[in-house]
């Protein structure tokens, strides 16, 4: 059984920084084959959950959506899945998810299309103060 847990999430003023890590337990290539893609999703309440960076198995292949492009770097290393996130703003409060999904491309329009992931966590809350 393929299961995602987040970590890393917390407080942080304005301007600062914060990691988050998805930790990936059991066997990613059994459960979704050899290529697949993962993802940061966040949700505030009341409105749909977000897609904000993409990135496949071979890390060659990364999206960012534009209101965190050049803020936030994806990573992925053996079985661990970062999201580093700078310059952080008020605005970035949410929930964030990881997820993925089994796609041989990650495709920008997935980042608004949450049900093409199968897999998720359980979420962590990013709470940014001004």
């Known amino acids: 059984q393929l299961q995602l847990v987040e970590s890393g999430g917390g407080s942080a003023q304005a301007g600062g920084s914060l990691r988050l890590s998805c930790a990936i337990s059991?066997?990613?290539?059994?459960?979704?084959?050899?290529?697949?893609?993962l993802s940061w999703f966040r949700q505030t309440p009341g409105k749909d959950r977000e897609g904000i960076a993409l990135?496949?198995?071979?890390?060659?292949n990364i999206k960012y959506a534009a209101n965190v492009e050049g803020r936030f770097i994806v990573s992925l290393t053996g079985n661990t899945l970062y999201l580093q996130m700078n310059r952080l703003e008020p605005e970035d409060t949410a929930i964030y998810y990881c997820?993925?999904?089994?796609?041989?491309?990650?495709?920008?329009?997935?980042?608004?299309?949450?049900?093409?992931?199968?897999?998720w966590g359980q979420g962590t809350q990013v709470t940014v103060s001004s």
């Open positions: 990135i496949n198995e071979e890390a060659d």
């Open positions: 997820a993925a999904a089994k796609e041989a491309v990650c495709w920008r329009t997935y980042m608004s299309n949450p049900s093409r992931f199968s897999v």
């Open positions: 059991g066997d990613i290539g059994d459960h979704l084959g050899g290529y697949y893609c």
